[in-house]
Protein backbone atom coordinates (compact mmCIF):
# COMPACT_ATOMS: atom_id res chain seq x y z
CA UNK A 1 0.00 0.00 0.00
CA UNK A 2 1.51 3.28 -0.56
CA UNK A 3 0.22 6.33 0.96
CA UNK A 4 0.18 9.71 -0.24
CA UNK A 5 -0.98 12.87 1.72
CA UNK A 6 -2.31 15.82 0.41
CA UNK A 7 -4.25 19.15 1.68
CA UNK A 8 -1.91 21.64 2.75
CA UNK A 9 -1.68 24.98 2.27
CA UNK A 10 -1.15 28.54 3.48
CA UNK A 11 -3.91 29.95 5.67
CA UNK A 12 -4.35 32.21 8.91
CA UNK A 13 -5.40 31.63 12.26
CA UNK A 14 -8.53 30.34 13.10
CA UNK A 15 -9.54 28.64 9.40
CA UNK A 16 -9.45 25.31 8.48
CA UNK A 17 -8.05 22.44 6.37
CA UNK A 18 -8.71 19.34 5.44
CA UNK A 19 -5.78 16.39 5.30
CA UNK A 20 -6.34 13.38 2.85
CA UNK A 21 -4.25 10.18 3.17
CA UNK A 22 -5.20 7.70 0.10
CA UNK A 23 -4.40 3.99 0.08
CA UNK A 24 -3.14 3.15 -3.68
CA UNK A 25 -2.53 -0.30 -4.19
CA UNK A 26 -4.95 -1.70 -1.28
CA UNK A 27 -7.03 0.10 1.81
CA UNK A 28 -6.76 0.88 5.31
CA UNK A 29 -8.75 -2.48 6.10
CA UNK A 30 -7.30 -3.54 9.08
CA UNK A 31 -4.36 -0.91 9.44
CA UNK A 32 -4.06 1.84 11.91
CA UNK A 33 -3.17 5.28 11.04
CA UNK A 34 -1.70 8.22 12.05
CA UNK A 35 -1.04 11.38 10.97
CA UNK A 36 2.43 13.26 12.32
CA UNK A 37 3.53 16.58 11.87
CA UNK A 38 7.43 18.01 11.97
CA UNK A 39 8.05 21.73 12.55
CA UNK A 40 11.48 23.31 11.52
CA UNK A 41 13.66 22.36 14.35
CA UNK A 42 11.89 20.25 15.71
CA UNK A 43 10.97 16.37 16.45
CA UNK A 44 8.59 14.58 14.52
CA UNK A 45 5.72 14.28 16.71
CA UNK A 46 2.16 12.68 17.02
CA UNK A 47 -0.78 13.95 16.12
CA UNK A 48 -3.85 11.80 15.51
CA UNK A 49 -4.57 8.21 15.19
CA UNK A 50 -7.69 6.00 14.11
CA UNK A 51 -7.27 2.23 14.37
CA UNK A 52 -8.80 -0.90 13.34
CA UNK A 53 -12.33 0.62 14.25
CA UNK A 54 -13.13 4.32 13.14
CA UNK A 55 -14.25 4.70 16.93
CA UNK A 56 -11.10 3.61 17.90
CA UNK A 57 -9.30 7.47 17.64
CA UNK A 58 -6.41 9.12 19.78
CA UNK A 59 -4.97 12.81 19.66
CA UNK A 60 -2.48 14.85 20.80
CA UNK A 61 -3.35 16.88 23.80
CA UNK A 62 -2.50 19.74 21.90
CA UNK A 63 -5.16 19.20 19.16
CA UNK A 64 -7.95 17.76 21.18
CA UNK A 65 -10.99 18.86 20.70
CA UNK A 66 -9.85 20.90 16.98
CA UNK A 67 -8.86 18.37 14.85
CA UNK A 68 -11.09 15.09 14.33
CA UNK A 69 -9.71 11.99 12.18
CA UNK A 70 -12.04 10.09 9.75
CA UNK A 71 -11.75 7.37 7.36
CA UNK A 72 -13.98 6.93 4.69
CA UNK A 73 -16.39 3.94 4.46
CA UNK A 74 -14.75 2.51 1.17
CA UNK A 75 -11.96 2.38 3.47
CA UNK A 76 -8.98 4.02 1.31
CA UNK A 77 -9.04 7.31 2.63
CA UNK A 78 -7.83 8.76 6.12
CA UNK A 79 -8.95 12.31 6.76
CA UNK A 80 -7.74 14.70 9.20
CA UNK A 81 -9.91 17.54 9.77
CA UNK A 82 -8.34 20.67 11.23
CA UNK A 83 -10.10 23.40 12.77
CA UNK A 84 -9.31 26.83 14.71
CA UNK A 85 -5.49 26.10 13.48
CA UNK A 86 -2.50 27.82 15.19
CA UNK A 87 0.49 29.35 14.16
CA UNK A 88 2.09 26.30 16.33
CA UNK A 89 0.78 23.72 13.77
CA UNK A 90 2.58 25.11 11.08
CA UNK A 91 4.15 21.87 9.69
CA UNK A 92 5.01 19.05 7.30
CA UNK A 93 2.18 16.75 8.30
CA UNK A 94 2.55 12.92 7.29
CA UNK A 95 0.36 9.74 7.04
CA UNK A 96 1.65 6.29 8.49
CA UNK A 97 0.03 3.05 8.83
CA UNK A 98 0.70 0.13 11.25
CA UNK A 99 -0.56 -3.31 11.95
CA UNK A 100 -1.68 -3.13 15.28
CA UNK A 101 -5.60 -3.00 16.12
CA UNK A 102 -5.10 0.71 18.21
CA UNK A 103 -4.57 3.92 17.24
CA UNK A 104 -0.44 3.93 18.44
CA UNK A 105 1.50 7.33 19.28
CA UNK A 106 4.76 6.14 19.49
CA UNK A 107 6.16 6.59 15.43
CA UNK A 108 8.68 3.67 16.07
CA UNK A 109 5.44 1.18 15.25
CA UNK A 110 4.63 2.34 12.01
CA UNK A 111 6.01 0.28 9.47
CA UNK A 112 4.55 2.81 6.45
CA UNK A 113 5.19 6.18 5.76
CA UNK A 114 4.11 8.53 2.83
CA UNK A 115 5.17 11.55 2.17
CA UNK A 116 4.25 14.85 3.91
CA UNK A 117 2.18 17.83 2.92
CA UNK A 118 2.75 21.17 4.13
CA UNK A 119 0.43 22.99 6.13
CA UNK A 120 1.49 27.07 7.25
CA UNK A 121 -0.51 28.89 9.81
CA UNK A 122 -0.31 32.60 9.64
CA UNK A 123 -0.91 34.61 12.10
Known amino acids: VQLQASGGGLVQAGDSLRLSCVAS????????TGWFRQAPGKEREFVAG????????RYADSVKGRFTISRDDAGNTVYLQMNSLKPEDTAVYSC?????????????????WGQGTLVTVSS
Open 25 to 32: GGTFDNLS
Open 96 to 112: ATNRRFDAATDSGWYEN
Open 50 to 57: IGWSRYNT
